[in-house]
Structures are given as C-alpha cells and as structure tokens.
C-alpha cells in the first residue's frame, strides 16, 4: 500500500504537469489574446503564473481542497501592482478595484479550468 506521502507526491506531480501545461497554453495564446484585448496579455500570464504558484504551495501543504480563499488572496496580492498599474491605464475607479481583480483572478481561473488535463500518453 502506497504511503500518504508518496500519494501526495503523485498528485503535486500531477498537478505541476497540469499547471506547467497551462502555463504553456497561456503563454501562447498571449499574442492571440493581445489582439483580441490589447495590453493584457501580459497581465494575463503574470496571473497564470502566479495562479499555478498558489496552487503549488497548497498542494506543498496539504491544502488544496477548501483553500480557495487563501488561493485567490495570495494571487491577488500577488499580482496587485501589475493589476493596479492596468487599471490606472485604463480608468478603473480605484473604488471599485478590489472587486475587480478579485473578479479578475476568478475569470483567468476559469479559463484554466476549462483546458483539459493533459493526458499521458499510452
């Protein structure tokens, strides 16, 4: 019978596959997603990355499931002044900021949990 850790490693490998593989998604759909909404795509990998850093150090401590709320504030802290630079250039009322890249985080969130898991190969 495998041990708790080695099940652990497992599933951190698997995840860092998973996330490793959305990281290069992301990367390069950027210049596809720089035409589509110019001047995020860099944004956008900057929370990718920082998305998959969150994710790493949960499943590091045994925290992945029910951790969301600590997930999203670290990311969001994360990637604070990258997001506050954008929206001084764009004209989002810093009133409305905090919601915003919360609602942010959640959106580049769903956008990887939509890319299916990688499969390995038979």
Same mark, same amino acid.
């Given at each position: 019978?495998?041990?708790?850790?080695?099940?652990?490693?497992?599933?951190?490998?698997?995840?860092?596959?998973?996330?490793?593989?959305?990281?290069?998604?992301?990367?390069?759909?950027?210049p596809f997603v720089d035409i589509?909404?110019?001047?995020?795509?860099?944004?956008?990998?900057?929370?990718?990355?920082? %998305? &998959?850093?969150? /994710?790493? #150090?949960?499943?590091?401590?045994?925290? =992945?499931? +029910?951790?969301?709320?600590?997930?999203? *504030?670290?990311? %969001? &802290?994360?990637? /604070?002044? #990258?997001?506050?630079?954008?929206?001084? =250039?764009? +004209?989002?009322?810093?009133?409305?900021? *905090?919601?915003?890249?919360?609602?942010?985080?959640? #959106?580049?969130?769903?956008?990887?949990?939509?890319?299916?898991?990688?499969?390995?190969?038979?």
């Amino acid at each position: 019978m495998a041990s708790f850790t080695s099940i652990l490693t497992g599933v951190a490998h698997g995840f860092k596959k998973f996330f490793g593989g959305a990281v290069k998604v992301a990367q390069a759909a950027e210049p596809f997603v720089d035409i589509a909404f110019p001047g995020i795509a860099m944004l956008y990998n900057t929370t990718v990355n920082e %998305v &998959a850093k969150a /994710e790493a #150090a949960a499943i590091a401590a045994g925290a =992945q499931s +029910g951790s969301g709320e600590q997930k999203l *504030a670290m990311v %969001v &802290a994360a990637i /604070e002044p #990258a997001f506050t630079e954008y929206a001084t =250039q764009t +004209g989002i009322p810093s009133t409305q900021r *905090a919601q915003v890249i919360e609602n942010w985080v959640n #959106a580049v969130v769903a956008s990887l949990n939509a890319i299916p898991a990688p499969t390995p190969a038979p």
